[in-house]
Nanobody, 126 residues
Framework: QVQLVESGGGLVQAGGSLRLSCTAS????????MGWFRQAPGQEREFVAT????????YYTDSVKGRFTISRDNAKNTVYVQMSSLKPEDTASYYC???????????????????WGQGTQVTVSS
């Protein structure tokens, strides 16, 4: 089993930047594909970004391309998402997730991630 803990959320003005971190337990972090999802009140949890175990392959939802960057430091068992040019519509609770799946066609689907963090709130003011 994998335990994930997010941090770094907070309040930021539109146009600003924020970096979220997610630290995983265990010794097998580098074997997991990691993802970031977000959920606004009353909305479904949606895919944001994913990164392969070795960090070489990344994928983003269209709405964050060019603004968000996912990365990982396997020595620290940590995955990050650097969020820039933030918009009020980015306001949500952000969750990191882990899966052994590597098939790119399904990594945007939350159902393939068995491990989830508790979430960290990001609020972007106008």
């Amino acid at each position: 089993q994998v335990q994930l803990v997010e941090s770094g959320g907070g309040l930021v003005q539109a146009g600003g930047s924020l970096r979220l971190s997610c630290t995983a337990s265990g010794r097998a972090f580098s074997t997991y594909t990691m993802g970031w999802f977000r959920q606004a009140p009353g909305q479904e949890r949606e895919f944001v970004a994913t990164i392969s175990g070795n960090g070489q392959n990344t994928y983003y939802t269209d709405s964050v391309k060019g603004r968000f960057t996912i990365s990982r430091d396997n020595a620290k068992n940590t995955v990050y998402v650097q969020m820039s040019s933030l918009k009020p519509e980015d306001t949500a609770s952000y969750y990191c997730a882990a899966t052994a799946v590597t098939s790119t066609r399904i990594l945007k689907t939350k159902e393939v991630y068995p491990y989830w963090g508790q979430g960290t709130q990001v609020t972007v003011s106008s």
